[in-house]
């Protein structure tokens, strides 16, 4: 990690475990972290001749997680917090942060599919999904959001907290960084 990428390094570290704590306690990331830290993110790097970069990652931490919250998958939090890890990390880290994430989002739904015995009703909600995917119509949209699955009382056992997994990619991903020297 180099002078210039430690301060958006921590920055980002710091509000996305903030996240991972308010995802898992509440199942909710705030926007009173998620726009100041885009915004601040943009500033930043405007101000240091990088907002190109910060750019795009933006785009591609809005744009590669938008589809789940369509399909209802995904709270629009975790959405604005990817966007908002773009907007200090740049490319290619907000590439890498989302691949590390969405390995131990894998991870986590398998161990919760297996601790909770629900593999025939798993495969199903595979197989909707599947379907709405396959119908890029007027019917992509789910009626049953998030937002309903938060409200169960069993939801421990049906929802990722993905903000958390963003923190577990974060952190993966400076580790991979550190020992690779940051190839």
């Known amino acids: 990690m180099t ?4 301060m958006p390094t921590m920055i980002v570290l710091t509000a996305v475990l903030i996240a991972a704590v308010t995802d898992i306690w509440k199942f909710k990331v705030y926007n009173l972290l998620t726009l100041p830290l885009l915004a601040s993110g943009l500033v930043y790097h405007g ?3 990088q907002l190109a970069s910060s750019l795009l990652g933006v785009v591609f931490g809005f744009a590669v ?3 789940l919250y369509i399909l209802g998958g995904m709270g629009s939090g975790d959405v604005k917090l990817m966007a908002a890890v773009g907007a200090w990390l740049g490319m290619p880290l907000t590439l890498y942060v989302f691949l590390a994430s ?3 989002a894998g991870v986590y739904a398998l161990g919760l599919v297996v ?6 009703e798993t495969m199903v909600n595979m197989q909707i999904v599947w379907l709405r995917l396959a119908s890029v119509g007027r019917y992509l949209g789910s009626d049953d959001k998030i937002e309903s ?3 169960r009382s069993d939801r421990r056992g049906r929802i990722i907290p993905f903000a958390a997994m963003v923190a577990i990619g974060l952190v993966a991903t400076l580790i991979w960084l550190q020992h690779t020297g940051g190839r």
């Not at 002078?3 to 430690?6: D, V």
Request: hydrophobic fraction near 50%; charged fraction near 15%; glycine fraction near 14%.
């Open 149 to 151: 699955e938060v409200r």
């Open 47 to 49: 101000l240091n001749g």
């Open 102 to 104: 969405s390995l131990a």
């Open 65 to 67: 997680l938008i589809v």
């Open 115 to 120: 601790w909770t015995g629900r593999l025939g």
């Open 3 to 6: 002078a210039t990428t430690a």
